[in-house]
């Protein structure tokens, strides 16, 4: 039996997710009447003029007129999403800088400014944020009452509780910016891992609308992953395939960690990550970079590309034994879940064309199911884009969760 308490409860959850429905049945459309309304959410009208009222004096949506040509009666009132109140604050954190944006619920920025910090900073990185998204906002005056929600992602990873920056590039750190905030801003602060939002920007509003089976491939100082079956992450986050064990593909293999043991040198991430290739620049493809160690790994890449580009023979040994390692590990997963789109992101997008080409291939040579076609596609967002933050505050607003505590029961 459900008692009262949980049937209210119940009953209230419903009403926010309705809410929170309406919103995006009205942002889908450049304007749409309440019938129509009605009709695509399955609720009755007097309910659709009810919750309506309530997005329309919190201003979230608005009324719009319109005139009919073909007619000389009344103009018809539609419905669409307001954009003249409600903020939002939406930060990317880097390794070396931080975004911070200010920008309308559609994802258009008002302003955008970048802040940089070194190595150095990282002890204390809570107050530089802080600090940064202060000066920020005096810089771009606004009633906090305006300012729906923070979202912030990480280029790296954060806890498992979502408070925390744990790692950014290669670095350790413990970086509790979510108390921090808290004690500044009484709006929700949401922190994220770039990657995951960068999949939620994907599917709601990128490259893969409509898409249900997709795997998500990052190649970066790790290897990040996750699947996208029947229209459902299978982890809220990436799947852990660094371990994944890979075949020996050349001497390439031996000479990247050759202090390791076998089976740990072996794993994905010590054969085909950023950090891997760059063990194999180092030995193979050396050259003197004077620069400091924070922009070292991104001058390595580049002259990596440089060098597949001009069709330098050692270096595309090198991209082969990558594409190898990366299509193998695609190959398993493929032929598990038989999906045929792949969304890749990497700086190694600079040389897509090879790369994509041999991975294909390679994908192709071994795939159990021949009628599947499989297909490598890229980011429709670049990773300092706005609108991978602002997707988690996107969700929450059609989830209801972020609108539960303006709307009044």
Known sequence: KINYGERQLMITSNKIQNIGNIYRLTEQFELISRTDLAKLSGLAPASITNITKQLIDKQFILERSVQDCNSRGRPAVGLSVSTFFWKQLCLTIFADHITSSLCKLDGSVIHRQDYTFSLSDYPNLDEIIAEN??????????NDAQILALSIAVVGRINAEKNTIVQLGQHLLKCRIVEKLQAIYSQPILLNEHFHLWLLAESTLG??????????????DAIRLSILLRGALLHEQNMNVDHMLMPRF?????????????????QLNNQASLQALIQLIDKHLPKNFEMDDEHLKEA???????????????????????SSNLAYMLMNLVNIFSTEKILF???????????????????????????????????????????IPCAMIKQGIYEGSLIKNIIPD
Request: proline share 5%; with cysteine.
């Open 250 to 266: 050349s001497t390439l293999s031996d000479e990247i960690y050759p202090e390791l043991d076998s089976i740990e040198r072996y």
């Open 207 to 220: 490259s893969l609308i409509g898409d249900d089976n997709v795997i998500f491939l990052q190649v970066d």
């Open 345 to 387: 992101d990497s700086p190694l997008l600079r040389i897509k064309a090879p790369l994509f080409e041999q991975i294909t291939q390679k994908l192709n040579e071994k795939m159990i199911n021949r009628d599947l076609n499989v297909q490598l596609v890229t980011s429709h967002f670049d990773k300092n884009s706005t609108l």
């Open 133 to 142: 998204l202060q000066n920020f906002r005096q810089n771009q005056p606004l």
């Open 300 to 322: 390595k890449i580049s002259h990596f590309c440089e060098q597949v580009e001009e069709k330098n023979p050692t270096a595309l040994a090198i991209l082969e034994h990558i």
